[in-house]
């Protein structure tokens, strides 16, 4: 997707992404040249079985994990070529995660853990703390801004993370399995707040197994053995379709409309 | 990062209290030993300050204050004809035998100085009179006791007026010291050089170290070959035999040696303390650590976070430490163990913190450094 001057108006872009482990003759290839395209304001599912590569891929476009070839941009700057310090920077003000685990600060209050993460980028404390008790109270925890992880829910840390996670406006969130630990209404509930955040023009790339959140999503991608298997919308941006079938298609080229996938190829 | 490491530690009490405890008792040892140390140097050489003099006349080969014998008649004739000397001062310090009332048999260190010319301009040993003055002593047979050797010396108050066996001759306590001590712990016994000379053996004129001061203290070198002329005699100034006393009793009696021990074993053993409890800490919050660099927290930020977990344990304990070190010296107070904390002692205790939490700290500095963010995620 490129913008009327012709520059990348995608989030992020990953072309030839291709991931080894190891060394000749013991490496193993984990990624085998995947291409990927997150627009703004985009749910996006990566979906795939264990050991399809979904970690490894999301490492590598959160910068954490350097590809062995392909090219990575995100936030219109090509990580895939910057040094540390300089990945660090452009994950600073372009990158969220959620994960699975919460992984909050024990010793922190609610509003701490939000709060310390806006610090971080130079925020002084105090607006920081404003900031993160005006978007906790938000997300219906204002009765537990001082609250400690060890004294709230597993719904309730959740959402703690996922204002964590949007309190530096960041322009692509990446949760990973953010909705495992918890109960199926808890679990809506924290689908609703991304996709309002969604809906704000924030890009969430969410990692799953779970294929009930494919009804959240704009689309879904879905990674076997290291490829991208299928790419196509989700039911969020196509209510009265299915998640797989005639939605879903081959991944490269990517057209601005759907076209028919292996069922209906 | 600060306020991360500070809440953490406020968070982990029970874990961090053992950090502190060692943190404290490391900081309070070392300042311990080292006040020890002080302590033992300063009493060494106290009776060589207390007696003052630009030069000290004593007998060749003497290695320490302590290590005396009685000199020649005339030894110090050279020094009294020397144009550059305005005084020469007999002094005594002599083991003499003590026979306690019940009849046991003792050793005291006895030390005469000439009472007369004690004043401001000379100072006087003894010092730190409980009863009586130094003026009591003045008289022939007549000594001062330290009131810290009574039960050795079989003796119960009232001690003014009672009388002492020392070398088979009677004399008169007119005098008690507090405070006053040797290394050797032995009891002391103070008295004018007249009485001490006849308790200690010595000529009428005789003494165990002549005093000489001088009216420019640049002829000192001149006064002393004039001195030296005489084979068995030896000079040195004040400071030099107060050096070569402490430095015998600290160092050559490997007294110096087992302090610095007994301070670097509380230094590792502190260390471990600290550097276990931090790493145990550090990698406690490993995922959020690792949350933190995924959002964009440099790897010296996250190194921040040791870094300040260190200092407030370095700072807390190191607190805790002196205050520890503080009440110690206060409970001995009167005790036979002197404690002088000088602001050297202190601050080497708190150097030895620094050192102590940052070294502790490596461990777990190194472990975020290398915090591979992709595997403590997963």
Known sequence: ?265 | MHRIALQTLLFHRAKVAAALAGVAFATALMIIQIGLYEGLRSRASVLVNRLGGDLWIMAAGTSMVDDSELLATGAELPARAHPCVTSVRPAIVAWVPYRTPAGARHTLQLVGSDLRTAGPTHAYVPWSFAEGLPQDLLAQDRVAIDDGDLSRLGLAPPLVGSTLEIAERRVEVRGVTTGIRNVSLIPMVFADVETARTLAGAAPDGATYWLVDLADGSCGPSVARAIERDPRLDVMTREELASVTEEHVVTESGAGAALAFVALLGLVVGTVIVGQTLLSLVREHHKELGMLRAVGASRSELAQFVAWLSAFVAAMGGALGVILALLVQSGLGGRSVELHYGPGAILTGLAAVLVMCTVAGAASLASVLRLDVVKVLQ
């Not at chain 1, 291409?35 to 979904?54: C, F, H, N, R």
């Not at chain 1, 906790?136 to 537990?144: I, N, Y």
């Not at chain 1, 005639?246 to 057209?255: E, F, K, L, Q, Y």
């Open chain 1, 1 to 265: 997707m490129t913008d009327e001057r012709g520059a990348s108006a995608n989030v992020l872009e990953a072309r030839g992404v291709v991931f080894t482990h190891g060394t000749p003759p013991l490496e193993t290839r984990v990624l085998h040249g995947v291409d990927l395209d997150i627009a703004p304001g985009e749910l996006t599912v990566l979906m795939g079985p264990s050991g399809s590569g979904k970690t490894t891929l999301i490492s590598i476009l959160a910068g954490l994990l350097r590809p062995t070839r392909g090219r990575v941009v995100l936030g219109g700057s090509e990580i895939s070529a910057m040094d540390d310090a300089e990945v660090t920077a452009v994950r600073r003000r372009t990158l969220g995660f959620v994960f699975q685990a919460f992984h909050l600060f024990p010793a922190l209050t609610a509003t701490d853990n939000v709060a310390e993460v806006l610090a971080l980028s130079g925020t002084p404390i105090r607006v920081a703390r404003e900031k993160a008790r005006a978007l906790l109270t938000r997300f219906g925890l204002e009765a537990r801004l001082d609250h400690r992880p060890g004294e709230l829910s597993a719904g309730q840390r959740q959402r703690v993370a996922i204002a964590r996670a949007i309190v530096t406006s960041p322009r692509l969130v990446i949760a990973d399995e953010p909705t495992v630990a918890l109960d199926g209404p808890t679990a809506a509930s924290v689908m609703e707040l991304l996709r309002e955040y969604v809906s704000a023009g924030t890009s969430v790339v969410l990692v799953t197994h779970d294929v009930r959140l494919v009804r959240a999503s704009d689309r879904v991608v879905a990674l076997e053995d290291g490829r991208v298997a299928y790419d196509g919308r989700g039911l969020a941006a196509n209510p009265h379709g299915a998640p797989s079938g005639h939605d879903i298609h081959p991944p490269t080229p990517r057209s601005s409309e759907p076209v028919a996938g292996p069922e209906g190829a």
